[in-house]
């Protein structure tokens, strides 16, 4: 294992990994607000999470979306709320960013410790 490469830096690609699947599906999901019969999907983002950190086998991770229940249906059985999707995508997006920027901070303390064993 690497510097870099080490156990906290893949939990932490796996954290934005789940983060960037979210987003695609509150994406598609809002994407498809008008579309007759779309049913909002989602993933359970502390189960997901907890699944790709157990995963040993990282590329084969896959997180698992489903319809999300208990929305309300227009007439035409579209449960898309764009209240619901906003609020999650501003909460994805926050989550991606705090994770970038603690990566950021890795590598910075990989850079000084490089720098500062000259």
Known sequence: MSMIDTHF??????FLDVNVYRHSLISSNLANIDTPGY????IDFRGELERAGNNL???SFSPIAREVRGLVERPDGNNVSIDRESLLLAETQLRFNIGVQILRAEF???SLAINEGK
């Open 57 to 59: 086998q990282y590329a």
């Open 108 to 110: 910075r303390r990989v």
């Open 9 to 14: 830096t893949d939990r932490l690609a796996r």
């Open 39 to 42: 049913r909002t999907r989602d």
